[in-house]
């Protein structure tokens, strides 16, 4: 998987705002954000009108579900 993902295109995520929120299970936050600017995405911390995308954890930090915490809900 990581050779697949090495291989996209730098400016895949260009022009695109992305908020991440909960615990990753594959990947570690800090790397995905990297990930993410390396590829020309912006990450922010908190969802808004100009986010495009909200990657969302299997829970989050605080062991509830994604779907209780409020960046779910202001995307939604």
């Known amino acids: ?3 697949a993902v090495n291989s996209i295109d730098s400016d ?3 022009g695109l705002t992305i ?3 909960g615990i990753m299970q594959k990947l570690a936050r800090e790397k995905l954000e990297i990930w993410i600017t390396e590829h020309g995405g912006k990450c922010t911390g908190s969802v808004s ?3 495009n995308i909200l990657v969302v954890g299997e829970k989050l930090e605080d062991g509830r579900e994604v779907t209780g ?3 779910y809900k202001t995307a939604v």
């Open 1 to 3: 998987m990581i050779k």
């Open 12 to 14: 895949l995520l260009a």
């Open 19 to 21: 908020v991440l929120s």
């Open 49 to 51: 009108g100009k986010t």
């Open 69 to 71: 915490g409020n960046k």
